[in-house]
Structure formats: structure tokens, C-alpha cells
């Protein structure tokens, strides 16, 4: 994805006004999966440039969520959570490996 250098400054400028106004700092993602994110929630608002995104989320408060659920990936904390993993080891997967497979 090719990006001129003046669409290039207004995705930067995009995501320094996310950062002043939300408190999320993208800087250490990659670029190409964070301008494909971005560019599928500005399809889904109808919007055709980084600038013109920048405006409408000034305007549309409410568009943060979108913006946020369509870039950052939801891990459930089930998978963060070691008591989890070890009740899933002690109760499910011992008793299965103990029981003798059906005949």
C-alpha cells in the first residue's frame, strides 16, 4: 500500500490526536496493520481520508470505541488467567487422560 507523503503526515497527525485525546499511543505498532485497521473502520464510517477521519471523530465522540474495537485485538482474560489454565489441567485434562477410551 503505497501512501503519499501528505497521507502519510495525516495518518500521523491522526494518531497523535488519539493520543492527546484518548491516551492510546500506537507507536509500537506496525504500521501496515494499523493503517489497514484504520483504513477498515473510516470505510465503515464512510470516510475517505485520514483528515477528514481526524474531524469526524472530533465531532463524533462516539466513534472512539469503533476505532479502538477495529485496532486493538480482544484477548478474554480466561487466556491471561494461570488459575484457569491450572483447574483445566487438574479437572479436565487429567480425568480425560485417566479415563480408559471407550472400546
Known sequence: MNESENDSQAFENLLEFVKQNRGFDFSGYKRASLIRR????????????????????????AEFPQLFNTILI???????????WQYLLDQVIAKWVEKPAAE
Do not use: C, W
Request: charge should be negative; aromatic fraction near 14%; avoid cysteine.
Open 38 to 61: 484504520v483504513k477498515k473502520q473510516m470505510g465503515t464510517a464512510g470516510i475517505a481520508t485520514y483528515t477528514a477521519y481526524q474531524d469526524y471523530l472530533e465531532a463524533h465522540p
Open 74 to 84: 480482544n484477548v478474554t482474560s480466561f487466556f491471561r488467567d494461570p488459575e484457569t
